[in-house]
Structures are given as structure tokens and as C-alpha cells.
């Protein structure tokens, strides 16, 4: 449904080494040859996994880090294999005998549902990234990784996670997959996973945080609260990327304005971006274009809407004309859609006159669109444009680089079936798990990354949500907010990737504790 959605080496030349391919091979085949001899005095299935070691540049830095591609077994009560969940882990090597434990431990994926980590891993915060024209935008194939300067092994390990059905994560029994598809089961399951991983490796005094992108905010923020209760493991930090916790600021519908006021200031901003607007707003810059947007939307659009029918007919007629101002739209358009104009609707409708359609992951991407007069988006570009790029590179980089041989298909994108919301009658909303995290474990730092191009969660929803946080004033404190002039998956944009390193990295090394 969203992000479905998003430093390993080039030569020596370039300041990064791995080992020989038969070297790391051998490492990964004695490791695997010990763990299957351990397994087997406990007649257990031994894990499967690969370990080869590397080396790369960050800030001009040498790091040295072992890499480890795994299938670690989830199991019930009774010590039977329920699935097995595929992970990929980066720790940098000690330098001058330093335990590793000291170093933050950061656990990442994505969204979807349904969506497994690559988009992060591969854009923002592995080794390697794959390699986009300026700006981030779509180059033909074949597809290349560039090393990943901006990646975030200088500051904190990384464990990249694939929810069961993703990545190369199953259910044991195909028929029970269902079983880990739902808010609460997702939950549960990453929750055990990293319960296992911390034990088996050591990791219960590092300092831990969680980065989530999309429906992985919302995963983030269910699991601060099943990994508290559970297994008593309070984080140090949590980072949203693309924040989705309360899905009623997000899913419109009869009955539901909210979405209508919180997606206003994107449009405005699509609109900006692609000179829709009047020429006077036109001639702004976007930061001044956004603060107008929002004041009109909370308040004269916002008791329009509220009103409803009852609105007087001359302040219908000057609202409309005054959201077709902001949002480049035409005033007949804007009072046809009853002054609620979807997302589908506004990015079928924008660029209609050039026959193109706007980008819901990232408005500043378009495509030629078949029907012309199609009522809403026929596909979305911005996610065209990317998704072979990211799912190509890394079939080829986990087999070749990490050496994790899997004839199983890859799930980039899964589909889960219907997801269990427990949310009956209801919007799902886990910004209140959020509020007792922060209230139980009052040294909790949050981080808020958001795109102002984005249009699967639009920034005004996120400052909207957090303002209504149910936690004690003097907890906003813990809160950080950055923005960035790109969209959905901002660290496409090379500036905003730069940006978005030196932000998580003050807060990871903010939010460690004491040194």
C-alpha cells in the first residue's frame, strides 16, 4: 500500500576491499559446517546463512564489517518452527579491542504491507545504493550500486529485517501466513526476531533503535509497544521515515474530511513544483507557498468543510476559488468534487492538459497517461520508475556480493492477502502505543523524516498526528522533525540523501546515552 513500498565495495582503488569470492565462500561454508554440527547435537535445523567480511569509506573513514545474510527460525510454545524470517546484518569490526557492544544497533524495513527492507537498505542506509540520475530519477537498465558514502555503518550497526511473505521470509505452512499478517502479528513476529537476534548476539546492553519507512512507522511504533511488554526491551530511539500512525489522517471517504485539509499543503506543493500556480504565488518559494497552504487549509477550508451543506453559497464559491489558487486546479473542477478532491482525482486532473499523471510516492514524477480522460491515476510513476532498479540490483547483490544463495523467489513487493487491522469500526491508529512508549520510557527519542513531495503520507498529516500525541508536554521535547524537498522515499534525491545521514546521525548519537 505505500513504500513498498525502499557500502558493500567497489576495488581497492576506491578505498573499499571485500574478500576473494572463494575466501568469503569458504568462511560462509565452515561457519554454516560448525552451526550444522552444533544443530545437530540438538537434532535442530541448522540456520542458514552467509558471512563475508568488507571494508568501504564513510566521511573519509575506513570501515572494516562483516555481513551476515540469514534465515532465522521463529518457533511456538512448543518449540516447533513457525517461519523463518530472512535478515541482513552489517556490524563494523572492532577497532583497538572496543567491545562491540557499545555500539548502537539500529533494526530497519519497510512498508507495504507487504513490502520487504531493500527500499532502505539499497537507498538510504546500506553499504551500497543504487545508482539514480540527479534528483533521483529513473536511468534505463540495466541497473548498477554505487558505494553508499552516506551510509549509517559509521555511526550504528544494521539489521535489516523482511516480514514473513517478504523477501525471502515464510511461514513454515504456506496456509499460515495469514497468522503474521496483521498489525498486531507483525508485530509480534519482528519483535520475536529481534528478541532472538539481540540474545544470540550478544547485543541486550547495546543502545537500540527501530527505523521505519511508511507502514513500517506504524510497524515501528506497534513494535516500541510489544517489545516493552513482551520482553521488557525499551529502546533508545525510534525513526519514522514517511509517517503513517493514524490512517485516518490518510483514508478518506464519506464521513472523513480530515484527509481533505491534511493533503491540501501537497497539493499546493505538486502544483508549485510543476508551475500550476498563479503567477504570483508562483514566484514564491515553496517554504512560503506551504504556509499560506496550511493556514487556509486548517482554517477557512477546514469549517468549510465542517459546515457542509449548511455553507452559505457566496463562501462556498470563495473557498473553491481560493483552493483552485493553491492548488492549481480549475474552480469548476475544485466545486464538481464538492470541494473534496481526491488524490487519485488531483493527479489525473494537474497535468491533464499535457495528458500526464503525477507520482503518489513522489508528485514530482510524471508519465504519459493511455486515457486521457480517465477520473483518476492510472498508475504512479514515481514508483515505475524505481521498483526494477532496486529489485534488479539486489538479486544480484545478495547472491554475488554476500554470497546467500536462494532459488526462492525474492518477494520485493508481496502480496499478504488481507491484512488483519484490528480496527473494527474504527481507523487503525497506533500513535497511542506511541504516547505509552514515550510516557513508560521517558528517555525515548523519536525522529520524523518527511518529504514534502510526498503523497502516500503527506507531512501535514505527520505534524498533524504528532500535535495530538496524548503524552506530556515536556515529552514534545523528544520529538524531531525534518523535512526534505523530495518525496516519499527522500533519500532518492542525492542532496536530501546527504541531508537525511547528517539528521539521523545527531540523533542516533543524541538519543545513545551516556558515553
Not at 523463518?84 to 546484518?89: D, K, N, S, T
Not at 517554504?287 to 449548511?310: K, Q, T, W
Not at 520510557?441 to 523524516?449: D, I, M, Q, R
Amino acid at each position: 500500500m505505500f513504500s513498498r513500498l525502499l557500502c558493500l565495495a567497489v576495488i581497492s582503488v576506491l578505498g573499499v576491499r571485500s574478500l576473494p569470492a572463494e575466501e568469503s565462500k569458504k568462511e560462509s561454508k565452515e561457519s554454516g559446517a560448525k552451526a550444522e554440527e552444533k544443530s545437530d547435537a540438538k537434532d535442530e535445523k541448522p540456520e542458514k546463512r552467509s558471512q563475508t567480511r568488507h571494508g568501504m569509506t564513510i566521511g573519509g573513514q575506513k570501515v572494516d564489517y562483516t555481513a551476515i545474510a540469514g534465515l532465522m527460525a521463529l518457533k511456538d510454545a512448543e518449540g516447533k518452527p513457525t517461519a523463518e524470517i530472512f535478515y541482513i546484518a552489517y556490524t563494523k569490526d572492532s577497532v583497538g579491542g572496543a567491545p562491540a557492544v557499545a555500539r548502537p544497533l539500529t533494526f530497519s524495513f519497510n512498508g507495504g504491507p507487504g513490502s520487504s527492507s531493500v527500499w532502505m537498505h539499497m537507498g538510504l542506509l546500506g553499504p551500497k545504493r543504487v545508482k539514480l540520475a540527479a534528483g533521483g530519477f529513473a536511468v534505463p537498465p540495466p541497473y548498477e550500486l554505487v558505494e553508499n558514502e552516506y551510509c549509517l555503518l559509521d555511526e550504528t550497526d544494521l539489521v535489516f529485517i523482511d516480514p514473513v511473505s517478504t523477501g525471502y521470509s515464510r511461514a513454515t505452512k504456506p496456509d499460515e501466513a495469514k497468522n503474521f499478517h496483521g498489525v498486531n502479528e507483525d508485530a509480534r513476529s519482528i519483535g520475536e526476531f529481534i528478541r532472538l537476534y539481540v540474545t544470540k548476539h550478544s547485543r541486550w546492553p547495546s543502545p537500540k533503535f527501530l527505523i521505519g519507512e511508511s507502514y513500517g512507522t506504524t510497524r515501528a511504533a506497534a513494535l516500541s509497544g510489544e517489545l516493552l511488554e513482551s520482553h521488557r526491551m525499551n529502546l533508545n530511539g525510534i525513526m519514522l521515515v514517511s509517517t503513517v500512525l493514524n490512517f485516518q489522517t490518510i483514508w478518506g471517504g464519506e464521513g472523513n474530511d480530515l484527509p481533505h485539509v491534511l493533503y491540501l499543503p501537497s497539493f499546493a506543493a505538486a502544483a508549485w513544483y510543476h508551475k500550476k500556480l498563479a503567477p504570483e504565488l508562483q514566484a514564491k518559494p515553496l517554504a512560503d507557498v506551504l504556509e499560506e497552504a496550511e493556514a487556509f487549509a486548517s482554517g477557512p477550508y477546514n469549517r468549510a468543510l465542517l459546515v457542509g451543506a449548511a455553507l452559505p453559497a457566496a463562501e462556498r464559491a470563495s473557498i473553491a476559488k481560493q483552493m483552485a489558487r493553491l492548488t492549481g486546479l480549475q474552480e469548476s473542477f475544485v466545486d464538481a468534487a464538492n470541494l473534496r478532491v481526491s488524490l487519485s482525482r488531483f493527479n489525473a486532473e494537474l497535468l491533464r492538459d499535457r495528458r500526464l499523471v503525477l507520482g503518489r510516492f513522489d508528485c514530482r514524477y510524471t508519465s504519459a497517461v493511455r486515457d486521457p480522460l480517465s477520473d483518476g491515476a492510472e498508475r504512479d510513476p514515481s514508483a515505475d520508475a524505481v521498483f526494477s532498479a532496486f529489485a534488479s540490483t539486489f538479486q544480484h547483490y545478495v547472491r554475488n556480493d554476500l554470497n546467500f544463495e536462494e532459488d526462492r523467489p525474492y518477494n520485493v513487493l508481496a502480496n499478504v492477502g488481507r491484512w488483519n487491522w484490528s480496527a473494527e469500526n474504527r481507523f487503525a491508529d497506533v500513535s497511542g502505543t506511541l504516547a505509552e512508549s514515550l510516557s513508560t520510557n521517558p528517555f525515548l527519542k523519536v525522529h520524523v523524516s518527511s518529504g514534502f513531495f510526498d503523497m502516500a503520507t503527506p507531512y501535514f498529516a505527520s505534524r498533524y498526528t504528532f500535535n495530538h500525541l496524548t503524552v506530556h508536554p515536556d515529552l514534545f521535547k523528544n520529538i524531531t522533525h525534518d523535512t526534505y524537498t523530495a518525496g516519499h522515499m527522500m533519500y532518492l534525491n542525492l542532496p536530501d540523501l546527504k541531508k537525511q545521514k547528517s539528521d539521523l546521525a545527531k540523533f542516533i548519537r543524541g538519543a545513545s546515552g551516556p558515553k
